[in-house]
């Protein structure tokens, strides 16, 4: 059974925006943490940032600090992550995770949720 799902991928030139949407369950996102990894070609995935359960706390990658923002407005869905000025370091699939609890995390071990992940391109 899907319980998070990406949207909002595609190709973007370098310094341009896209906007990511992650939906989930509501018994999942009401009490989780939930955090937006990468992983591009031949790489690990790395975390890109995270909000705690309710939006008021939010940790980022310091490659994407000052470009990138998760909101997650009263506990609701859907959790976005805004990436302005993009890179081609950048590209890659993009994944959803929560974990049940308000745990952030920045690795990919501490969720138990995740989704099928949405490609992001940013051409030179």
């Known amino acids: 059974q899907v319980q998070l799902v990406e949207s909002g991928g595609g190709l973007v030139q370098a310094g341009g925006s896209l906007r990511l949407s992650c939906t989930a369950s509501?018994?999942?996102?009401?009490?989780?943490?939930m955090a937006w990894f990468r992983q591009a070609p031949g790489k690990e995935r790395e975390f890109v940032g995270g909000?705690?359960?309710?939006?008021?706390?939010?940790l980022y990658a310091d490659s994407v600090q000052g470009r990138f923002a998760i909101s997650r407005v009263n506990g609701k869905n859907p959790l976005i992550l805004q990436m302005n000025s993009l890179k081609p370091e950048d590209t890659g699939v993009y994944y959803c995770?929560?974990?049940?609890?308000?745990?952030?995390?920045?690795?990919?071990?501490?969720?138990?949720?995740w989704g099928q992940g949405t490609q992001v391109t940013v051409s030179s």
């Open positions: 909000s705690s359960r309710i939006g008021e706390r939010t």
């Open positions: 995770e929560a974990v049940g609890a308000d745990q952030l995390s920045i690795t990919t071990e501490g969720y138990d949720y």
């Open positions: 509501r018994r999942i996102f009401s009490s989780s943490a």
